[in-house]
């Protein structure tokens, strides 16, 4: 079975890449989601996160993610902190999962696929990129809560789309100009093979 990593920048579209892939059949693991649930159930990592942040990290609903993003954001040695308690976590997560696929090839779709290192560990990866404009007003309008200070600070804290191409096996353009589901399906019939 190939393990198929999909990343992006924030905005890029690599959950609308991730959703098609879902409807031709193809396990998507979400690190993204998967990560906020480990935060919010694994007891050892709690403890980690804890010991990290303080008892503010947690309320009685579980993470308060703005406060973690505040403490992380500009501070880059507590998020590399955050980061080492978590990516052990979700990759330990991740194999459990697809140890116990079936399929001829299953997708994790990971923002910092790359930034993480976790790209090592997988058989292929694509990058889905958009010109930066065009993902600022896509998360301005999805994620409405958000500034345009705190998007750029997230665009700011990855990898430019230059050094993520440089390591990615192939590139889909999700510009509102070059069709995607003609590349997806393409892909999708190159992992079958």
């Not at 993470?63 to 052990?88: D, E, M, W, Y």
């Not at 896509?138 to 750029?152: F, H, N, P, T």
Request: proline share 4%; charged share 25%; glycine share 6%.
């Amino acid at each position: 079975m190939k393990k198929i990593g999909v990343t992006g920048g924030i905005g890029s579209g690599k959950s609308i890449v991730c959703s098609v892939f879902r409807c031709l059949g193809v396990p998507v693991y979400d690190a993204d989601t998967r990560a906020r649930w480990i935060m919010n159930n694994d007891g050892h990592v709690q403890e980690e996160v804890t010991r990290l942040f303080g008892k503010e990290a947690y309320d009685t609903f579980g993470l308060r993610r703005n406060f973690i993003s505040s403490q992380t954001f500009g501070n880059p040695s507590k998020l590399t902190a955050l980061n080492q308690i978590v990516h052990p976590a979700v990759a330990r997560d991740f194999e459990s999962w697809w140890l116990s696929m079936d399929v001829p090839y299953v997708i994790k779709e990971a923002a910092l696929l790359f930034e993480a290192g976790s790209y090592r560990e997988l058989d292929e990866t694509i990058l889905v990129t958009a010109p930066e404009a065009l993902r600022k007003h896509r998360v301005a309008r999805r994620d409405r809560q958000r500034s345009a200070e705190e998007i750029q600070r997230i665009m700011d804290s990855q990898w430019p789309e230059s050094k993520k191409a440089a390591l990615a096996n192939h590139i889909i353009v999700n510009d509102q100009v070059h069709p995607i589901l003609d590349k997806i399906l393409n892909l999708h019939q190159h992992f079958h093979a």
